[in-house]
């Protein structure tokens, strides 16, 4: 049985796309700051990894959500810990 602790992935996702969208059009506003295409790329990867979060909460396990949950951690990761860049990021 579903509660509402299910759809708060959801909700998170509604958020960070909102986020991401603002941030986005500051850093097009503004035409400078590399601080905020890199903070509106990391809201994106937030935002695909709590969708996918969601989708398996809601609907179960499948290989192809899994993967995109498993990039868009990667992508995180790689971006966060400044190692070698990431192919998707």
């Known amino acids: 049985m579903r509660t509402a602790v299910h759809y708060v992935p ?7 796309t909102f986020f991401t969208a603002v941030i986005f059009s500051r850093y097009l506003r503004k035409g400078k700051g590399t601080h905020l295409l890199w903070w509106s790329a990391g809201m994106l990867v937030f935002a ?18 899994f993967r995109a949950w498993y990039i868009s951690g990667r992508c995180w990761e790689e971006r966060r810990s400044r190692r070698a860049p990431c192919i998707c990021c």
């Open 10 to 16: 959801i909700v998170t996702t509604v958020f960070a």
């Open 48 to 65: 695909v990894g709590t969708f996918v979060e969601g989708y398996v909460t809601l609907f179960g396990w499948h290989e192809v959500v």
